[in-house]
């Protein structure tokens, strides 16, 4: 009886017994077929014999990832320094236009942004950017307080005072990205600084999370003054000193006190 396609095991399932055959009659032997070497496409059971070309390397889907992850960056600059407005709602064929892309890396990345909590989707329109207020702020300063105090308090027990002298560079760098007043310079400058101490713990997860609640909090609130943005961004970014000289000298109330103000609403 001949098997069909439906009667062949899936993968990963073992191939049925073979039955025993009725007894026949012997026959004079013949001479055996020459054995083909292991490996070989009639040689293997389940391979194809059409001697199909390799596939070329997947560069389109390389290329889309990367114009994806930069249409990323552009629109979270956006978001940061309030180029896309609160409660606009903006299309992907139009933003694509605008980058000189098609709409799909942008729908992507947008995609992304509505999984952080940036923009929610708005049916056959496009995406709403979220409308934030001072509650949703102070809520998320509450959580980064939670999750990075008992950190960061730990770090002053146990880390040598040269590891955080090793980031006072990156503090220079939020005190230059405060002074040129560009609010996407200087957060993304302030994440490198946080990021850079969280790691100390060397705990990747944790990292993870506070990346994601640290960009969140770095949105815009809706209607705020440039001006009295740029003023909260020096202020937030002369702390980041004062943090490492109370971390290296084990300060740890002066640490406590700076961290809660650090992670204050910003108004």
Avoid at 8 to 34: D, T, Y
Avoid at 47 to 73: C, F, K, N, Y
Avoid at 131 to 138: D, F, H, S, V
Avoid at 206 to 213: M, T, V
């Amino acid at each position: 009886m001949k098997q069909g396609l439906h009667d062949v095991p899936g993968p990963g399932l073992p191939w049925p017994a073979a039955r025993p055959a009725p007894a026949r009659p012997a026959a004079p032997s013949a001479p055996a077929a020459p054995r083909e070497p292991a490996g070989t496409a009639s040689g293997v059971r389940g391979e194809h014999t059409h001697g199909e070309a390799p596939l070329p390397p997947p560069r389109t889907v390389v290329q889309r990832a990367s114009v994806r992850g930069q249409i990323l960056d552009a629109l979270r600059t956006a978001l940061t320094t309030g180029e896309l407005c609160p409660g606009e709602v903006y299309s992907a064929p139009v933003l694509g236009e605008r980058f000189g892309v098609s709409a799909t890396p942008v729908r992507e990345a947008m995609q992304q942004l509505a999984l952080e909590g940036a923009v929610e989707v708005v049916p056959n329109r496009g995406f709403r950017v979220v409308r934030r207020g001072a509650r949703e702020l102070a809520e998320l300063a509450e959580v980064r307080a939670l999750l990075e105090v008992p950190v960061l308090l730990r770090l002053a027990r146990s880390v040598p005072a040269a590891r955080f002298a090793e980031l006072r560079p990156l503090a220079e760098d939020t005190a230059r990205a405060a002074a040129s007043g560009c609010p996407a310079r200087y957060a993304e400058a302030d994440r490198a600084f946080h990021r850079a101490l969280l790691a100390l713990a060397g705990n990747e997860q944790l990292l993870r999370i506070a990346e994601d609640l640290h960009r969140r909090a770095q949105w815009p609130l809706v209607g705020t003054p440039p001006r009295q943005h740029r003023a909260v961004l020096l202020r937030d970014a002369a702390q980041h000193t004062a943090l490492l000289d109370a971390l290296a000298s084990g300060d740890l109330d002066t640490l406590g006190e700076l961290v809660a103000e650090h992670f204050a609403q910003r108004d």
